[in-house]
């Protein structure tokens, strides 16, 4: 079984999943990098020339294929994963699926010079990041098995949340791997 990551753009998914995946012995892989790789450009690219829906359908269908990867893995994926039910069903239904919880005010002060999130090139991204938490919020936590908040807690800090967490729920993280593999 996966370990998914979700939650709003700039949370900390990529990093965050890097550090875990080593921490655990597992691999990591990152959806969004896995959609390029594939569209042969970069998402704000393909947003402005296909449209969001298209990428919509295009996530959908990779994160279908991940999730049913027999391999265990850490899988971080995009912001909005969550619009569809397909997506949140089969996260749901096939990985350990962790929230990192951000407030907007938060990642707003971490991404105010990204230029590579279509979402947030508008003129005032920090009402754009309230918009997406009041509409994702909820489908977020409904897709979780755990929340967990990454306000205070540094990049190793939150990796350790996470191995507790698994910890909590039987799999320490010396035996997570295997664990998983089951």
Known sequence: MHISLIGLPGCGKS???????????LGFTDSDQ????????????????QGEDAFRDME????????????????????GAV???????????????????????DISRRLRHDMTRPLLQVEDPLQRLCELYAQRNPLYRETAHY??????PTVAG??????MQLELA????????AVLRR
């Not at 039987?170 to 791997?177: E, I, R």
């Open 83 to 105: 619009l569809r039910p397909a997506n949140r069903l089969h996260l749901h239904n096939r990985s350990w699926v962790v929230y990192l919880h951000a407030l907007p005010e």
């Open 147 to 152: 929340v967990v908040e990454t306000r205070r």
């Open 60 to 79: 959908e269908a990779v994160l279908d294929e991940l999730t049913a990867g027999t391999t265990p893995a850490v899988l971080s994926t995009g912001g």
């Open 158 to 163: 939150l990796v350790n949340m996470l191995a």
């Open 15 to 25: 990093t965050v999943g890097r550090l875990l995946a080593r921490r655990l012995g």
């Open 170 to 177: 039987g799999m320490p993280a010396s035996q997570a791997a």
């Open 34 to 49: 896995v959609i390029e790789q594939r569209i042969g450009c970069s998402i704000r690219l393909f947003f402005e020339q």
